[in-house]
């Protein structure tokens, strides 16, 4: 089968366009860059795309679309810009695809005490969403109203990471300073995350799937974590040792995000403080899902990882090369 993949310059994007070439489809990675990272050229063909700019994309069966700007301090405008408008490019050079594969988010959801449902969107104030979350709801009403895939699924992931991870992961250490994980507030919340191989299995559902429609499905690790717990076994599996902990009281960083000091963001601070647990429910019903990763399982080859880019400060720099520094 021949696969189209956008952002494959991405974590993510990297992480299935391997995936899927080891199980032997012809891969079609497309990114936005001038030259592609050498490792993606042993797995797929490369191809140069803008998506907020019409494309002409090469033919293909499947879409798997994982390309979308995620910068938590990026205007309104731009996500719309991108993650939006982009999508409708895409939809407009993919016609002959019969399945549309979307990588959304759990940000399309308010963060909520209960644990969150496909269907709880639609009962929800947009007007707390984050303007991230405002440009990926957009982009599924875009693709629920416009596209005409024979089949089209939308995939909710929490928290992406494994091995590849340029966002979560350095997003977390950044906590530690010297050997001191400092932490706003407790931190004692309930979140989902989502390994990239759970995520890949999920992908694999739906393209083998006979499902027509759209369709939406949450994607997580089996179950929930607590988010303190959570930064205390990444700094340990990946620094060796048992850090010291500081806890920072949490209206420091609230009145830091107003003005976005030192990167810190209002989604931020909401990721810190808030829970969010999805439930999935749905799609091991539906598509026979069973999520065999988690963190701890994940943890060693993640680690092994890190030591082989060149340790944890390595990784905190969150330099676009370690998507494909395999």
């Not at 592609?36 to 797929?44: R, V």
């Not at 939308?154 to 050997?179: C, E």
């Not at 399982?297 to 993640?302: D, R, T």
Request: glycine residues 6%; aromatic residues 8%.
């Amino acid at each position: 089968m021949k696969i189209l993949i956008t952002g494959a310059t991405g974590s993510l994007g990297a992480y299935l366009t391997r995936y899927f070439s080891e199980k032997g489809h012809e891969i079609i990675a497309s990114g936005k860059i001038d030259n592609p990272p050498s490792n993606l050229l042993k797995y797929a063909e490369y191809f140069k795309a803008d998506i907020r700019q019409k494309i002409n994309f090469p033919e293909a069966d499947v879409i798997i679309h994982t390309a979308a700007v995620s910068d938590d301090n990026a205007s309104l405008r731009d996500l719309m810009h991108t993650n939006a408008s982009g999508t409708e490019n895409i939809i407009n050079a993919t016609k002959s695809c019969k399945k549309f594969i979307h990588i959304s988010s759990s940000s399309v959801y308010v963060p909520s005490d209960i644990v969150l449902t496909e269907e709880m969107t639609g009962n929800m104030n947009g007007m707390k969403l984050s303007a991230y979350g405002k440009s990926k709801l957009e982009t599924e009403k875009i693709l629920i109203e416009k596209s005409n895939y024979e089949s089209c699924f939308i995939l909710r992931p929490r928290a992406l990471y494994g091995v590849g991870d340029k966002k979560i992961l350095p997003r977390l250490l950044k906590m530690v300073h010297g050997n001191t994980l400092q932490h706003p507030g407790k931190m004692k919340i309930n979140v989902s995350m989502t390994e990239y191989s759970n995520m890949a299995k999920a992908v694999d559902l739906c393209l083998n799937s006979d499902k027509k429609g759209v369709n939406i499905y949450n994607v997580s690790d089996e179950n929930p974590y607590i988010l303190i717990d959570v930064m205390r076994k990444i700094s340990k599996s990946l620094y060796g040792f048992e850090l010291k902990e500081k806890e920072i009281p949490i209206l420091i960083p609230k009145l830091m995000s107003i003005f976005h000091i030192g990167g810190i963001s209002p989604l931020l601070i909401r990721t810190l403080t808030k829970d969010m647990a999805l439930d999935i429910t749905k799609i091991k019903n539906e598509l026979g899902y069973k999520p065999e990763s988690n963190l701890e399982n994940s943890l060693v080859i993640i680690s092994g990882w890190v030591k082989n880019i060149g340790g944890v400060e390595v990784l905190k720099q969150a330099e676009n090369y370690l998507a494909w520094e395999i």
